[in-house]
């Protein structure tokens, strides 16, 4: 007999020591699979936190639970809420085990915490720690009497102040492990509440499960002669009813205080971990929080492991692990404007797509611009170091990728030189480069050459008076007018050259003089004529003096003084690739200006052409302009140049650094008509401007606090207007080495003169024979 129960008895225990040997390893798989493509999600708090924020995350997480036989098979994922200090400045992340489908939490996140911003990256490798010193937070009474939930401050702030002011070795870290807690569990949960609120439990198998796990069962007295007992035992109670009436999360929480120096002070460590669980005991209500001793502190918060945690409602969870909602917590990191998810209609990515940036909240993904809708126009509004060139190059290069025509115009050169070092070599013939710092011969781009003399003379004279409007008169646009006029009608290709010679070498007028058929062209001159030399010498000069700043310039004078052009728009925009870099250095503004302005004339008149084809054969092209304001200077106004581009296929982008650089009438224009608006940073003033483009979900106070590389979209989908979101615009991919100069090399032979082929003889016949 004794045998036989020796032997049950070692069976048992054997039994029982598989059993746990299994349950171990089952486990420690479970938590192998969790870490595997684990992330962590860095929370940026918003400019104001709603309290009740926290909850709304929580209640959310309740989602995760799996069934009973997915738990069974492979586990329950938890989350791991931490706080994280290092010297001056303290981090909010989200540990998010693997099991978990991507966009989930960082959707609940954003959706808990109205612009929020969240940043998903793969689990750092553990820091280096000389010494560390930490320990864990259970529950001092039965799980089932709840901790404090209502403050009238934040309760964040004893642990803020414990952990604030570290050395700049030194890190602290208070970490919150949560799961969502089985029916099971609930359920002995619950039946232990009800024998504390009662005193006693008829169900022997309840007192013996009770009795395994440590519960200690409060009898309440007798309420007979103790009004105020009476009245505290139900507040007790009823404390325990609404903490078992919601879901429950099994949670442990530990904390961790490390330094990188060998020599790190133990006793200094011990205080500020001391200091932080005391900081906890702000919780204390009917039950508090306990502190156990932990070791290896460091590297048990850093393997995120929850084997068994005390139950917590969803309010006591949000008590512990939700964003600060102080306004003036020191150290943490904020976003400096909403961030706001872009809505699910706006475009990814692909052939068709100019691209934008990506989707700093929610679900991250690209975001972009379809090319249907780019011909309502972009206007973009940002500062220099916003992100604004990396923005237009990445579109500029996605434009030549798929083979669609695009004319760059850049005041100041690095956007052309970003383009140059990153455009594929295949492209290179396609390209055109007019580079005022170029030593190669520039492509010709004669002004006053097109089939229309009324529309070029118009564009122009349009050109000068606006370039020059501050010393410009009617006198002087009469002069430009009449000159112009006349030296289209002298020959099929004047040039801007024979302008000054016109006006001051007589001979040279009266040849002109004789082409002339029309009667005011022809009385202008007479009169002209008939003025004293010093006279005339007077009315010439405000002109002359403007032409002889532009022609003096070797890069002008050899761009714009060419008898026949080389450079054909008409083709650039079929699939060409037009690069004009006008560097301020070399060139005045007004000159920058005034080239700048005769390429977007010339664009125009090419994109106005393709009137005369069907609609299907007009191909979709671009043009970009940086600080656009100073090239809008044509004959025809932009609020009727912009609606009729798009007929054309022609999209502008239009960039600039704020509203003060343009007119009321065209910030008007570009409010109507540029519909697609990317506003990477703003003025309060301009922000409130812009405001009424984003508002609601976008506020002025979010124009004027975008951060670096942030920006504030609103697009047009399909033609019509989607709310405003923010992105954050991405960065060039690495510039090719050599790739510059061989694009130039290659652009410098696009567009020399073709020189005409003379038939050569055949060897033994009469050149005269062959000639004929």
């Known amino acids: 007999m004794n045998t036989w129960m020796m032997a049950t008895a070692i069976i048992a225990l054997a039994s029982s020591l598989l059993l746990l040997i299994g349950r171990t390893v089952q486990v420690g798989w479970h938590h192998h699979r969790m870490h595997h493509q684990a992330r962590i999600i860095t929370i940026k708090s918003p400019p104001t936190v709603d309290p009740a924020g926290a909850i709304t995350l929580w209640s959310n997480m309740i989602g995760t639970l799996r069934p009973w036989w997915a738990r069974l098979l492979i586990g329950q994922p938890h989350l791991a809420f931490e706080y994280c200090f290092h010297h001056d400045t303290m981090t909010i992340q989200l540990w998010v085990p693997g099991t978990i489908p991507p966009g989930l939490v960082d959707r609940a996140?954003?959706?808990?915490?109205?612009?929020?911003?969240?940043?998903?990256?793969?689990?750092?490798?553990?820091?280096?720690?000389?010494?560390?010193?930490?320990?864990?937070?259970?529950?001092?009474?039965?799980?089932?009497?709840?901790?404090?939930?209502?403050?009238?401050?934040?309760?964040?702030r004893p642990l803020i102040g414990a952990a604030g002011g570290l050395g700049p070795d030194d890190r602290a870290c208070l970490q919150i492990l949560a799961r969502p807690a089985t029916g099971r569990r609930i359920t002995i949960a619950r039946n232990a509440a009800r024998h504390i609120r009662t005193g006693h439990s008829s169900n022997p198998i309840a007192r013996m499960l009770d009795s395994l796990s440590g519960a200690t069962l409060t009898r309440i007295p007798t309420r007979g002669q103790d009004p105020q007992?009476?009245?505290?035992?139900?507040?007790?109670?009823?404390?325990?009813?609404?903490?078992?009436?919601?879901?429950?999360?099994?949670?442990?929480?530990?904390?961790?205080?490390?330094?990188?120096?060998?020599?790190?002070?133990?006793?200094?460590?011990?205080?500020?971990?001391h200091s932080i669980a005391a900081a906890m005991a702000t919780f204390s209500e009917y039950n508090y929080l306990q502190r156990h001793r932990l070791v290896r502190s460091a590297a048990v918060l850093n393997r995120r492991l929850l084997w068994r945690g005390d139950l917590l409602s969803v309010p006591e969870l949000a008590a512990l692990a939700h964003v600060p909602f102080d306004?003036?917590?020191?150290?943490?990191?904020?976003?400096?404007?909403?961030?706001?998810?872009?809505?699910?209609?706006?475009?990814?990515?692909?052939?068709?797509?100019?691209?934008?940036?990506?989707?700093?909240?929610?679900?991250?993904?690209?975001?972009?611009?379809?090319?249907?809708?780019?011909?309502?126009?972009?206007?973009?509004?940002?500062?220099?170091?916003s992100g604004k060139s990396?923005?237009?190059?990445?579109?500029?290069?996605?434009?030549?990728?798929?083979?669609?025509?695009?004319?760059?115009?850049?005041p100041k050169g690095d956007l052309i030189d970003d383009i140059l070092q990153r455009?594929?070599?295949?492209?290179?013939?396609?390209?055109?480069?007019?580079?005022?710092?170029?030593?190669?011969?520039?492509?010709?781009?004669?002004?006053?050459?097109?089939?229309?003399?009324?529309?070029?003379?118009?564009?122009?004279?349009?050109?000068?008076?606006?370039?020059?409007?501050?010393?410009?008169?009617?006198?002087?646009?009469?002069?430009?007018?009449?000159?112009?006029?006349?030296?289209?009608?002298?020959?099929?290709?004047?040039?801007?050259?024979?302008?000054?010679?016109?006006?001051?070498?007589?001979e040279f007028r009266q040849r002109a003089r004789a082409t002339i058929d029309d009667e005011i062209l022809a009385g202008f001159w007479t009169w002209y004529d008939e003025l004293s030399d010093a006279s005339r010498a007077q009315v010439a000069a405000p002109l002359m003096n403007k032409l002889r700043g532009l022609l003096l310039r070797p890069f002008v004078r050899a761009t714009l003084t060419g008898a026949q052009s080389t450079l054909d728009m008409a083709s650039v925009l079929d699939g060409g690739i037009c690069l004009v870099r006008l560097a301020k250095g070399t060139l005045s503004t007004d000159t920058v200006r005034l080239v700048g302005s005769i390429v977007v004339a010339r664009t125009w008149q090419a994109a106005t052409r393709r009137s005369q084809?069907?609609?299907?054969?007009?191909?979709?092209?671009?043009?970009?302009?940086?600080?656009?304001?100073?090239?809008?200077?044509?004959?025809?106004?932009?609020?009727?140049?912009?609606?009729?581009?798009?007929?054309?296929?022609?999209?502008?982008?239009?960039?600039?650094?704020?509203?003060?650089?343009?007119?009321?009438?065209?910030?008007?224009?570009?409010?109507?008509?540029?519909?697609?608006?990317?506003?990477?940073?703003?003025?309060?003033?301009?922000?409130?401007?812009?405001?009424h483009h984003t508002a609601p979900h976008i506020t002025d106070h979010d124009l004027a606090n975008l951060g670096r590389f942030q920006a504030a979209v609103r697009l047009v989908v399909d033609s019509e207007d989607t709310p405003a979101f923010t992105a954050r615009t991405e960065q060039l991919p690495p510039a090719i080495p050599g790739r510059a100069e061989h694009i130039r090399r290659v652009a410098t032979a696009n567009t020399q003169p073709t020189k005409p082929v003379v038939p050569q003889p055949k060897p033994g016949t009469d050149p005269r024979r062959a000639a004929a």
């Not at 996140?109 to 750092?124: F, H, L, M, Q, R």
């Not at 982008?653 to 940073?681: C, G, W, Y």
């Open 327 to 385: 306004a003036a917590t020191p150290g943490l990191q904020r976003a400096n404007a909403k961030a706001v998810a872009p809505p699910a209609a706006v475009a990814t990515s692909g052939p068709g797509i100019k691209p934008i940036g990506i989707a700093d909240t929610g679900q991250t993904r690209p975001v972009g611009l379809k090319v249907a809708d780019a011909r309502h126009h972009l206007h973009i509004l940002g500062a220099t170091g």
């Open 613 to 691: 084809l069907p609609k299907h054969r007009r191909r979709d092209c671009a043009l970009y302009l940086d600080e656009f304001q100073n090239f809008l200077n044509l004959a025809y106004p932009p609020e009727e140049m912009l609606p009729e581009a798009r007929a054309y296929g022609l999209s502008l982008v239009l960039a600039h650094h704020n509203q003060r650089q343009t007119s009321p009438e065209l910030q008007e224009a570009m409010s109507v008509n540029a519909r697609n608006k990317i506003i990477l940073n703003a003025s309060p003033e301009d922000a409130r401007r812009l405001a």
């Open 229 to 273: 007992g009476t009245l505290e035992h139900s507040a007790r109670d009823r404390a325990i009813i609404a903490k078992q009436r919601g879901p429950q999360f099994e949670t442990v929480i530990r904390y961790s205080v490390s330094t990188t120096q060998r020599q790190g002070s133990r006793t200094h460590l011990r205080g500020r971990a």
């Open 423 to 506: 455009l594929p070599a295949r492209f290179a013939d396609r390209v055109v480069l007019l580079d005022s710092d170029g030593a190669a011969a520039p492509p010709v781009l004669n002004p006053l050459d097109g089939p229309d003399t009324a529309s070029t003379v118009d564009n122009l004279v349009s050109i000068f008076a606006r370039v020059y409007a501050s010393s410009w008169g009617p006198r002087t646009d009469d002069l430009l007018r009449s000159g112009l006029l006349t030296l289209r009608a002298l020959s099929s290709t004047p040039t801007l050259l024979e302008l000054p010679t016109l006006l001051t070498v007589a």
């Open 390 to 410: 990396e923005l237009m190059a990445r579109m500029i290069l996605a434009d030549a990728d798929a083979g669609r025509g695009l004319v760059v115009i850049d």
């Open 109 to 156: 996140i954003t959706a808990a915490w109205p612009g929020a911003s969240t940043t998903a990256e793969p689990v750092p490798p553990r820091p280096a720690s000389g010494r560390a010193v930490g320990g864990t937070l259970r529950l001092g009474r039965h799980e089932a009497l709840p901790l404090q939930t209502d403050f009238t401050h934040d309760p964040l």
